[in-house]
């Protein structure tokens, strides 16, 4: 039986809990640091489908010492190279040729994206054997089933989706390699600007393949303020004005976003969104494979990816029942990739969570606990909103809570399938519910804009439709018999919420359906007996 380890935002497996890795004591800031570091001495390389490896890493040895390296598959085989010195990248770029321009003119920009080729190929990749390609995708749900009905627990299960689906090592290598790429690029307009990741990339709940959020920062503009306030004098950069920081914003990200646009290689379908609430600027990354989003600095989404960061980290039972819930909402039509009116995957992220802040004893603590906790550094106001709470893992008290995941994910279930949506919102700062302050069918409380309801977009129907699925998956697992189900060998427990309803055992689940939709039929009725009796009252009265 293994153990599951978090490691900066990936599992590490092993077979006992004695081997705690340090890095899961990092903070959010130290973590963020120490691979944005990484990345600056990173180079990656498409190379030939013909490759010996053994050559490959000789010849770029003489540059320096490679730290670390992998293979993967992108439009052809690439390899990730991390150095141990930065100066390893100065000496490779040196020694690089430029493409020849026989059919198109080049863009004189010298990137870390190389391709290596071999001038004799059939001499040079003799004796390679084939490179280990490290996946960058999640295998398909339908899959991930067989190997889930071979587990021996749900909480097994649960375990094993998320070792999955999580980021890998390499991965999160890559992301961060991405962002890195970006930055010089606006390093070329702003030389102390910096590009990293938040979001699913970096709090710990990003799944393999999705999208990478990075955000421009200019943190060393304000050092600079505050440098040469001693003394009988001052002495300040002349700086552009603009009118508002939107304004400023708009104008970086257009000129970052045309920069990559024209010059960036790899870089291809870029949209400027600049209009929009936050603007930003999507586009493609070939080299990587990703698709991103850029915007500049955003300061209460990184403290969002900070305080998940923090959570996915204090209990592994988190993160594997937020990964469990995902992916049953994505195979039930419950979350969408395209934006819309169904829930997003951040708002049913901070369901998990109220509903873990919820349990008895609780397995994570509030907002407002985490800020009791916070010392004077911790301290923090953006905008007016006070996003102020502990960013030192070790100050906060493990759980006393032993729940198994097989009890929370029925429990979740059943939770939500049973909550009154109609009167409620769900309050992370809190820790509890309270009236709802207006009439969304779904009100999440921003945890720090607190004028803000994170599930606005969701409307009726989607809630209905996620409660009935919720009342249904209660039912399978309260229900199910797993001894029999394994000896016909049909699928249980996790497993069988994985599947649509209707495409297995359908003569059950119309049954059951059948019964759901009595129940809501004879609430129906009550209702409308309700509201005629009180109609029937105003009409006497008048």
């Known amino acids: 039986m293994y153990e599951y380890h978090v490691v900066d935002g990936a599992i590490s497996t092993s077979s006992s809990a004695d081997t705690e890795v340090s890095t899961r004591k990092k903070t959010f800031t130290e973590v963020q640091t120490e691979r944005s570091e990484q990345a600056e001495r990173t180079v990656l390389i498409k190379c030939p489908q013909k490759l010996n490896e053994k050559k490959l890493l000789q010849y770029l040895s003489s540059h320096g010492n490679i730290k670390s390296h992998f293979f993967f598959e992108n439009r052809g085989i690439h390899a990730l190279i991390e150095f141990s010195e930065k100066n390893s990248v100065d000496s490779l770029q040196d020694a690089v040729g430029v493409p020849s321009a026989a059919e198109h003119h080049v863009v004189p920009f010298k990137s870390r994206l190389f391709t290596f080729t071999l001038k004799n190929p059939v001499s040079q990749a003799a004796g390679g054997t084939p490179v280990h390609l490290s996946p960058q995708f999640h295998i398909p749900v339908k899959d991930l089933i067989p190997k889930l009905c071979h587990a021996d627990s749900i909480s097994s299960q649960m375990y094993m989706l998320l070792n999955e689906y999580q980021l890998t090592e390499e991965n999160i290598k890559l992301r961060y390699l991405a962002c890195s790429l970006v930055r010089d690029f606006a390093r070329a307009y702003f030389p102390d600007s910096t590009v990293k990741p938040f979001g699913s990339s970096v709090n710990t709940f990003g799944k393999l393949g999705c999208d990478v959020d990075m955000f421009l920062d200019f943190y060393d503009t304000q050092k600079h303020a505050t440098k040469m306030k001693k003394g009988p004098f001052e002495m300040e950069y002349q700086m552009k004005r603009l009118p508002s920081e939107r304004l400023a914003t708009q104008k970086i990200l257009s000129v970052i976003g045309d920069c990559l646009d024209n010059f960036g290689p790899g870089c291809i379908g870029i949209q400027k969104i600049l209009n929009a609430r936050c603007p930003l600027v999507k586009f493609s990354h070939q080299a990587t494979g990703f698709q991103c989003d850029l915007s500049v600095s955003n300061s209460i989404a990184i403290k969002s990816s900070e305080l998940l960061y923090i959570y996915g980290c204090l209990d592994p039972r988190v993160r594997a029942l937020v990964f469990s819930v995902r992916c049953w909402a994505r195979v039930h039509g419950l979350t969408n990739s395209v934006p819309g009116t169904w829930i997003t995957n951040f708002s049913l992220t901070m369901m998990v969570m109220f509903f873990l802040q919820r349990r008895s004893p609780p397995i994570i603590p509030t907002l407002d606990q985490l800020k009791e906790l916070a010392d004077e550094k911790d301290k923090l106001v953006i905008g007016g909103y006070d996003c102020s709470f502990v960013t030192d893992l070790s100050k906060i008290k493990p759980t006393k809570n032993t729940e198994t995941l097989d009890v929370l994910l029925g429990d979740f279930f059943e939770f939500f399938g049973n909550f ?101 039929i004879r609430s129906l009725l009550d209702s409308l007996k309700l509201n005629s009796a009180n109609s029937l009252q105003k009409a006497v009265g008048k």
């Open 420 to 520: 009154d949506f109609r009167r409620n919102s769900l309050n992370l700062r809190k820790g509890k519910e309270v009236n709802k302050p207006e009439s969304s069918p779904l009100y999440i409380w921003n945890p720090f804009e607190q004028d803000l309801n994170i599930s606005k977009n969701v409307n009726q129907p989607q809630l209905e439709k996620f409660v009935a699925v919720a009342r249904e998956s209660a039912w399978i697992l309260q229900n199910e018999d797993k001894t029999q189900q394994t000896i016909k060998k049909e699928p249980w427990g996790l497993a069988a919420l994985l599947i649509p309803f209707g495409k297995s055992n359908a003569s059950k689940t119309k049954n059951r359906m059948k019964g759901i939709g009595s129940e809501t």
